[in-house]
């Protein structure tokens, strides 16, 4: 079975700072990744994913993750962050084999101040 | 867009009462999912279905039912609420397969209190 780690339940930063929000994963066999985002009072929306190919992927919002196949992370980065940033991430993980379940992490929330 | 829509965003019922909560997508998906969100916990899954009148247990079963009797509607069924329900409960969709790299898509959620 599938398990997710996200170490950092909260990561407060300043507007315009970097970030890193840290993902590592278990898995015995190939993995898709995904970040999800959820915004306050509303439900996940797709951040972006690794399916194959390049390890770096980058998604919506100015958002991108690096796969590590040897460290079992794919971290969540940011050069420069917004208040409108300000939200729960969630890392999740899925095997490659067919009825497979997504597996979370129990999120990260990134406070953004000015 | 795919759109998963949730009947209620707020709920408040009674311990011993039967809960439904429903869950309708318009993008023809085969896959339907329930899960609750608990802080620190992240999201768990409680159900899902892989087509009409096909449901799995997840990982935290006990206490719900589920029914698909329509592709497009996954409704979650809390036979007896109990306090230790009280949760945000949120649906999902994806198309087919079901170990596809396809991402599932979010309903808003309903938070739900019992007391």
């Known amino acids: 079975a599938q398990s997710v780690t996200q170490l950092d339940s909260q990561v407060p930063v300043f507007e315009e700072a970097p970030v890193e929000l840290r993902c590592n994963y278990s898995?015995?066999?190939?993995?898709?990744l995904f970040w999800y985002v959820q915004y306050p009072n509303q439900g996940l929306q797709l951040l972006l994913k690794?399916?194959?190919?390049?390890?770096l992927v980058k998604g919506i919002n100015g958002f991108e993750a690096e796969f590590n196949k040897s460290q079992t992370s794919f971290h969540l980065r940011k050069p420069s962050v917004h208040i409108s940033d300000t939200a729960e991430y969630f890392c999740?993980?899925?095997?490659?084999?067919?009825?497979?379940?997504?597996?979370f992490g129990t999120g990260t929330r990134l406070q953004v101040t000015l | 867009d795919v759109k998963v829509t949730q009947s209620s965003r707020y709920l408040v019922k009674r311990t011993g009462e039967k809960v439904f909560l429903e869950c309708v997508q318009d993008?023809?998906?085969?896959?339907m999912f329930w899960y609750r969100q608990d802080p620190g916990l992240g999201l768990r899954l409680i159900y899902f279905?892989?087509?009409?009148?096909?449901?799995e247990k997840g990982d935290i079963p006990e206490g719900y039912s589920v029914s698909r009797e329509k592709k497009e509607r996954f409704s979650l069924i809390l036979e007896s609420a109990s306090t230790n329900q009280t949760s945000m409960y949120l649906c999902?969709?994806?198309?087919?397969?079901?170990?596809?790299?396809?991402?599932?898509?979010f309903g808003d959620g309903t938070r739900l209190s019992i007391l």
């Open positions: 999902a969709s994806s198309p087919p397969p079901s170990g596809s790299n396809q991402p599932q898509h």
């Open positions: 690794y399916l194959s190919g390049s390890t």
């Open positions: 993008m023809d998906h085969e896959n």
């Open positions: 279905s892989y087509d009409v009148k096909m449901k």
């Open positions: 999740a993980v899925r095997n490659t084999g067919t009825a497979s379940k997504l597996t």
């Open positions: 898995s015995s066999v190939s993995v898709y």
